[in-house]
C-alpha cells in the first residue's frame, strides 16, 4: 500500500512523479471550480450585453431630448425659470441620462489587476511566462491540486469584478430609468 503511495505521488515531501494522475477529490474540485468559474463568466457576459444596451439607450434618449431643444429649458432660462418644473425636470433627466452612461461604460471597461506573477488563466498573466516553451514548463509540472488552487483564487478575482460591474449596471440602468422618465415626461407636458 505505502508503495503504491510512493509510486504515484513521489517521495513525501515532494512533488507528485506524475502530476496528472490524482485523487477523485482533486478531480472533483477542478471540475467544481471550472463550473464556477463558466458560471461567474457567463454572468459577466450578461453584464456587459445589458450594460451595452442600456448605454445605447441612454444615448438615444440623450439625442432624442437634444433633438427636441428639451436642453433649452435650463441652457436659455433665465434665473427666474431655473425653478420651474419643466427646468428641473430637464436639468434632473440629462443629469440621469449622462450618469447612466457614464456607469455603464464603467460596467463594460474590464479592470483587472495588473499583476507581474505568471498565471494560467488570465491572458496578461499567461504572458506574464514570457514564451511559449516557459509558459509549457510551469503548466505541466502542476498538480491537479496546484490547479485547483490557482483556479479557486481566480474564480475569487472573478467574484470581485462579477459583483463591481452588478454594482455599476444597476446604478446605470437605475439612472438611464428615471432620466428617461423625467425626459417622457418634459416631452408629454410641453
Known sequence: MEHDDVAKHGAPGSPPTKPWETDKASEERLKFLWEVHKYMDHYVGSADSRATTTLVVASSLIGALYQSKVHQAFTSATWQHWFRVETLAS??????????VYFCILAVIPRLKKTS????????????????????????????????????????????????????????????????ILGATVLIFR
Request: hydrophobic share 45%; with cysteine.
Open 91 to 100: 436639468v434632473a433627466a440629462f443629469i440621469c441620462l449622462v450618469l447612466g
Open 117 to 180: 506573477t505568471p498565471g494560467f488563466v488570465y491572458w496578461e498573466s499567461v504572458l506574464q511566462h514570457g514564451t511559449f516553451e516557459q509558459f509549457w514548463q510551469q503548466l505541466s509540472g502542476w498538480s491537479h491540486p496546484g490547479m485547483a488552487e490557482h483556479l479557486a483564487e481566480n474564480v475569487f478575482t472573478l467574484a470581485h469584478i462579477t459583483t463591481r460591474k452588478y454594482a455599476l449596471l444597476r446604478r446605470g440602468m437605475l439612472s438611464a430609468f428615471i432620466g428617461g
